[in-house]
Every structure is written in structure tokens, then in C-alpha cells.
């Protein structure tokens, strides 16, 4: 077992409440979002207080202290407020719609002086001291908002946020968190999680007691680590939330910590080394690391000084995951998990009559006897069909005799799982009595490469059942390197985890399927990019019209991209696609910084305006625009990304959409009704920047220095006065980012 030092700091599990900090809301005290919560690229940094889902609510000083600054944007926390408190904290309330009166006209007279909405203005101790409980402001949606809240921040003196739920708030909480699936990752060359060199998913079940177990089948060999999908919730409320702290424990040694106490904000770009990111792009959940990759930088939130990447002996060997939540509720998950070594066995009849047919199950190697085995059935064309039954299993000296039902074998291939008399699983056998009427020249392979955080995989699919010796090819015009591929199932076979380096300078990937005196060879055409951290480097597509080029800063560690052309992608609304659709691959990688994209167009376009690259951000199930940079003399596009994404070529020529205001055109109002003038506007393609020059309002030829939410589209000015009586005209204008304008002129008057 790898194991170093576990370093504790005390002062960082520590609850130290300054003082009775009261809830910054008259409203019960409920939140949204906690602490922590990972955003991908960020963390959150802080509490998302719930307000009845209404803006306008009171918002209270949580300490005694003074306003030290207020801000406005269109992103981020909106209008907010900071307060310097008299135990030496500094406190962030966000998202509001307006400051007290006080604050509101400084803030309106700061944004005539530097005509924009955007400001930051800071203030002495001696200009705003507040008491607790003081208003300081008034909740809204600004900003980045999905819904009406307060972005609540706790931090130190110096501005590292903390858990405001261990550091400020006492709430009453006796909700344990929930833990849901553990995955078992293999990490070096060779690992094996239940014979398999794929990370592995595994589900948790609950006893009476509240404990949570997983199954007694895990066996692991080589060096691996765990990773958790857990989250924590409370009484009163359906929201989900991130856990506090989480403890790894083998064999009685804590061997991982995960602390969530503080957070320092250039720490948020690690965001991605914290969970298992590509089991997150591959919709199978997030799941939150319980080791630290060396090349990763330690967080605060890495509380111990051991690596959690482990090296079982064989052997039974106890694990336990202690869970809590920012109250100590904890949570328990355990089990037994199996260190063993690479195994396989072979199948022979030895029993047959109408009803019943007995197979041996004889060990090859690793030689352990087999105390169990299971049986999957699968159709010629590899599609799982059921769990086979077993009537009978019986160990004979090292082998096991296993009698299942004739019929579970007619036009089925079994794959049979056996368990060796330590608890370790081994590679899977097939066995049919099939006649293949195609043979390994007729059949059509299909090859997938995925990529890990060390190493890449190769596995080829067939499209129908054939007895097969499979082989990989890695090759360039002169020399070629062979991999033996294994029989994971009927019809697909898997390589060993490959490092990176492997396919520097290769251009073709062949692979062979023989049988008896047949076989066929297939290439597969790719232009793999050996990519290093600190370093640049460029990759093409088969066609060279799109490149990713990779910058010093873009990756965490050694890895491989390439760029696959799509055949079949989603439909753009209001547009259609200029250039093919390539995905960067692997879509799963893990960016530390942002890559550069080209994709070259064709000469009938080089007069066309507004030509954009385009991302589909598999979330929204839609297609950004990149900010582009259009080459007309090389007629090529380039952009930025932060993902591996899937990338085109659209064109936008139509104007922004103006859907809805108020005051409405031609109304007629009572003054006393208009307070605030909002305009909801929306864009399909290359959408509306958050930034002054995206608009611009005026009242009466005053201008105005409106706010603007994004995710609601929608553009707002709250007036400082009652309008008099009289005729009124608002003129609007909009642009999205290739610059299409739309403009809304409203006549109203107030009575």
C-alpha cells in the first residue's frame, strides 16, 4: 500500500463562530447551493440563501462592522455589497437588486461619472459602520442568477472564503448525507478492477443501521484509487448539496481526506482534479476523487498528505468511508475489497443430456482455485441478454463444475466471470456451441479510442459474432508496434492501458482478426498529438481543415488529442452548419486552460460576413458562438475553449429579438405603477455579450445605465423617482456578438 504522512491542521477542522452571526434574512433560513459545490471551473464559493423565491427582501448585516465596498456587473454576483466586520472577516452579500437609499445614490451618482453601469467603489471604516442586523440592501436576481437569492460569502481578512456553515451559521441539521455509487479507478499500466482495466461503477445499498455497503465482488490489482458520488441534504427541503468532510480509511489507516473549510480563489481552476471529470462528460455522474494524482496541485480542500493511490497485497483487505456534513452528521460506507492478481481459466464440457449441461471451470493463469463463477448470455450480434442461472456449482480440487439449463445455450455466447479463492474476479471466458455462418473476413470491426488520465485504451467492436484472435497495430511508413487485444466480450476486445507516448509520430492504426487460416486487416486513420504541459503543440484532422492548437498552460498532465469528423450532429436553430462538425477529442479531457481552435472555409465563402466558430455545449443541448477571429487572407476561423467540444461553422445575419417590455408602446399609466422599465430580449446564435456596448437605453434622450441578466435576457432600470405627468419616449438598442443590431423605440405617457 502507497502511504505517507497525514498532515492535520487544527485549525482549519476547527468551528470557530466570532460571534452570534445572524441569518442576513428575516425569511426562515433555507439554502439552495452550499459551500464548495463544483462548478467545473470554480468551486462556490459560498452560501446561496433562499428568499421566498421574490426579490426585494430585506437584507440584514450579519456582524457588527462597516461597508467597505459596493459593486455592479452584468455577471457574477450583480450588485453586491462588502462588509469588513469587527472580528476581522470580510462578508459578500450578492445578487441584489438595490442598496439602501444611502448607497443607491452614491452607487447611481458613481455610474453618471463613469457612464456605464459597471462600478467599484470603495469606502473607509469611518463612512458606513453598521451594527448587526442593520439593512444593508434589498434581494434580487442580478448577475449570473438563476432564480431570486443571496450569494452569501464568509471569508478572512485577506479574502479566502470559508464554509460560512462551520465558520459563521450554527444550524440545526440532523439529516446524514447520501452516498450513491463508488467507482474504483485503475491508475497505472496493468491495473485491473474486477479483471477489467476500465474504471468501474459500483452501487451502494443502505442496511437498517444507516450504513451503506458495497457488493463483496471487488478485486483490484495494481495501483488504483476511489472516487464517491455523495451528496448531503437537510431537513425541510429537496435541494441537494456538497458534504463537508470525507474520510478514506483501509485496513484502520486513513489513507485520504477531502476538507471543505476554505477555499482560496486562485485555487478554483483545480476544480476538475477534485472529481472524476471524465466520468462527468460521460453523463455517468459526478463523482469526487478520493486520491490526488501527483502532476494535480494539492488544494486546501486535500486536508492530508497521503496520495489515497493504493497498491492492495493480495488479500482481503477493509475499507471504510466516513462521511460528514457541516453539523458532523456522518455517514458510513464499507466493505471488503480483494487484492489478487491477473487471472484467466478455461471452459470444457463435461456433462450433456437434454435438459442440463455441466462445464469445467479450470484455472490457467494465476492457478488459484475458482470458488465461484458468473454467467452472462449474450446474442451473435453482442447484446447482453440475461444472467444465466446456475443449478448447480461444485469445486472439484482446483476447478469449479457449473450446470446450467440446455436451453440458456441455444443461439447464445456465455460469458463466463469466475471468482478465485481469494475474492478476485477473472478475465472473462466465452464459450458457444454456435456455428458462425460469417467468418472474421466478413464481419466489420468498429474502433474506439478513449483516453484517461494516464494512459489510452483501444477497443474494437464487431458487428456479429466470429471466433477471433485480435490484434492492434500502431504503425508509420516504416515500422509498426503489436498489441495482443482481450476478449472482454462476445464481440469486443480491449487493449492494455497504452501510455501517451505511444503514438508520437504514428499515422496508421491496423487491426488484424484472424482465425485458423483466415484473417482480414482494417486501417483506421488517425493523426494522434502527443500533447506535454509547458509546452505547445498542433493537431489536425484527417482533412486538415480544423486544428486544435495547445498552449503552455492548456493541460494537467501528458495526454493525446486528435479530431474526429461527425457524421450525424445537432441541428442549429435559426441557422445551418458552413463546415463539417468535428469533435475534439477525447471530449472527456480535462482542460487546465483554454486551447485555440482554426477551422478553414471554403473559397465560396470567403465573402460571407459573420462567420463564427461555434461549440455544442452538451448541457444545454444547444450551439454557442466562440469569440472568432476571422483570417480572410488564409480564410481561416479561430477561437478559444475551455472544453473539448464539438466545433463548426455557422453564419448569423439575424438581428437580436426584442420579446417583451414594459412600459408597453402606446400605455397609458398612473405614475404611482411605474417604477422600473425591464426589456427581455434574446438572440439563437452568437447571442448577446454581457457588456455595455451590447445596448443602450435612453429615457427622454437621458441615458441610462440599465442592468442586464443574462440567463434571463433580460435588461431593467429601476427608477430613482416617480416620472411626472406627461409623454414619454424610450428609445432601445441591442447588438449581438457578430454586431446585429435591433432597435425599440416605446411611446408612453404617465397621468
Given at each position: 500500500m502507497i502511504r505517507t504522512f497525514l498532515f492535520i491542521s487544527i485549525l482549519a477542522f476547527t468551528n470557530i463562530f466570532p460571534q452570534d452571526v445572524q441569518w442576513p434574512t428575516r425569511l426562515g433560513k433555507f439554502f439552495s447551493s452550499n459551500f464548495g459545490e463544483n462548478r467545473d471551473t470554480h468551486f462556490h464559493m459560498g452560501v446561496d440563501i433562499k428568499t421566498e423565491g421574490k426579490i426585494g427582501m430585506e437584507v440584514l448585516a450579519v456582524e457588527d462592522g462597516y461597508i467597505s465596498r459596493i459593486r455592479s456587473n452584468y455577471t457574477g454576483y450583480g450588485k453586491a455589497v462588502y462588509q469588513r466586520t469587527n472580528s476581522g472577516h470580510e462578508v459578500v452579500y450578492g445578487h441584489l437588486e438595490s442598496f439602501t437609499p444611502v448607497l443607491e445614490k452614491i452607487w447611481r451618482l458613481q455610474q453618471a461619472k463613469r457612464m456605464s453601469y459597471v462600478v467599484d467603489t470603495q469606502f473607509s471604516p469611518r463612512d458606513f459602520q453598521i451594527q448587526k442586523g442593520d439593512l444593508i440592501g434589498f434581494s434580487g436576481n442580478t448577475g449570473n442568477s438563476f432564480a431570486p437569492h443571496i450569494h452569501f460569502e464568509y471569508r478572512t481578512s485577506k479574502s479566502v472564503p470559508l464554509n460560512p456553515l462551520t465558520r459563521a451559521f450554527q444550524l440545526e441539521d440532523n439529516t446524514k448525507p447520501i452516498a450513491k455509487e463508488l467507482a474504483i479507478i485503475p491508475i497505472n499500466p496493468g491495473a485491473l478492477v474486477n479483471a477489467s482495466p476500465l474504471p468501474q461503477i459500483f452501487p451502494l445499498f443502505r442496511d437498517k443501521k444507516g450504513v451503506y455497503h458495497f457488493a463483496d465482488t471487488l478485486s483490484v490489482f495494481g495501483e488504483f484509487g476511489f472516487a464517491i458520488k455523495a451528496v448531503d441534504k437537510r431537513e425541510g427541503t429537496n435541494n441537494i448539496y456538497q458534504f463537508h468532510r470525507i474520510e478514506l480509511i483501509v485496513d484502520n489507516q486513513k489513507e485520504f481526506e477531502l476538507d471543505y473549510t476554505k477555499i482560496p480563489f486562485n485555487q478554483g481552476k483545480f476544480a476538475k482534479t477534485i472529481i472524476q471529470y471524465d466520468l462527468k462528460r460521460q453523463n455517468l455522474g459526478e463523482f469526487q476523487k478520493l486520491y490526488k494524482l501527483p502532476e494535480h496541485k494539492k488544494t486546501s480542500i486535500h486536508a492530508s498528505e497521503t496520495s489515497g493511490i493504493l497498491g492492495l497485497s493480495p488479500g482481503f483487505h477493509s475499507i471504510k468511508i466516513n462521511i460528514y456534513d457541516a453539523q458532523n452528521n456522518k455517514t458510513i460506507v464499507k466493505g471488503i475489497?480483494?487484492?489478487t492478481f491477473p487471472m484467466t481459466l478455461e471452459a470444457k464440457e463435461i456433462y450433456r443430456d437434454q435438459k442440463v449441461v455441466t462445464l469445467a471451470l479450470i484455472p490457467r493463469r494465476g492457478g488459484l482455485p475458482i470458488r465461484d463463477a458468473v454467467v452472462y448470455s449474450f446474442t451473435p450480434y453482442g447484446f447482453a441478454d440475461q444472467k444465466v442461472e446456475l443449478l448447480n456449482a461444485e469445486q472439484v480440487k482446483k476447478d469449479l463444475h457449473i450446470t446450467m439449463a440446455t436451453s440458456s445455450l441455444k443461439n447464445r455466447?456465455?460469458?463466463?466471470?469466475?471468482?478465485?479463492?481469494?475474492?478476485g474476479m477473472v478475465n472473462p471466458y466465452h464459450w458457444t456451441e454456435i456455428k458462425p455462418k460469417l467468418s472474421v473476413v466478413d464481419v466489420r470491426p468498429d474502433l474506439k479510442v478513449s483516453n484517461t488520465e494516464r494512459g489510452m485504451f483501444f477497443q474494437v467492436s464487431l458487428d456479429n459474432y466470429v471466433p477471433a484472435y485480435a490484434q492492434l497495430r500502431l504503425a508509420n511508413d516504416n515500422t509498426f508496434t503489436a498489441f495482443k487485444l482481450e476478449q472482454i466480450q462476445p464481440n469486443t476486445f480491449l487493449s492494455e492501458k497504452l501510455s501517451h507516448q505511444i503514438v508520437n509520430e504514428i499515422q496508421y492504426v491496423d487491426i488484424e482478426l484472424s482465425h485458423e487460416d483466415l484473417s482480414r486487416q482494417t486501417r483506421f486513420h488517425y493523426l494522434f498529438t502527443h500533447v506535454v504541459p509547458g509546452s505547445e503543440s498542433v493537431a489536425?484532422?484527417?482533412?486538415?481543415?480544423?486544428s486544435i492548437k495547445t498552449l503552455p498552460g492548456s493541460f494537467y498532465q501528458n495526454s493525446v488529442i486528435w479530431i474526429d469528423e461527425v457524421e450525424s450532429f445537432a441541428p442549429i436553430k435559426d441557422g445551418f452548419h458552413l463546415s463539417p462538425v468535428y469533435q475534439l477529442q477525447p471530449f472527456d479531457l480535462s482542460l487546465k486552460g483554454e486551447i485555440q481552435v482554426g477551422i478553414r472555409y471554403d473559397r465560396d465563402l470567403a465573402e460571407h460576413t459573420n462567420?463564427?466558430?461555434?461549440?455544442?455545449?452538451?448541457?444545454?443541448?444547444r450551439w454557442n458562438y466562440a469569440p472568432t477571429k476571422n483570417n480572410r487572407r488564409k480564410m481561416i476561423l479561430t477561437a478559444s475553449l475551455e472544453h473539448m467540444d464539438a466545433v463548426t461553422i455557422i453564419q448569423d445575419l439575424d438581428p437580436p429579438k426584442i420579446t417583451k417590455f414594459f412600459p408597453g408602446n402606446g400605455g397609458r399609466y398612473n405614475k404611482e405603477d411605474i417604477s422600473k422599465i425591464s426589456i427581455y430580449v434574446d438572440d439563437a446564435?452568437?447571442?448577446?455579450?454581457?457588456?455595455?456596448?451590447?445596448?443602450?437605453l435612453k429615457l427622454n434622450e437621458t441615458t441610462l445605465y440599465p442592468a442586464y441578466q443574462p440567463i434571463k435576457k433580460r435588461i431593467s432600470y429601476i427608477l430613482d423617482k416617480q416620472l411626472n405627468r406627461g409623454s414619454y419616449t424610450i428609445n432601445f438598442n441591442v447588438k449581438d456578438q457578430m454586431g446585429n443590431e435591433s432597435d425599440k423605440t416605446i411611446y408612453f405617457s404617465v397621468y
Open positions: 475489497v480483494a487484492g455466447i456465455l460469458q463466463i466471470i469466475g471468482i478465485n479463492q481469494l475474492g489536425f484532422s484527417n482533412n486538415r481543415n480544423c462567420l463564427g466558430i461555434y461549440f455544442f455545449d452538451p448541457k444545454k443541448e446564435l452568437s447571442g448577446i455579450e454581457a457588456k455595455e456596448s451590447s445596448f443602450s
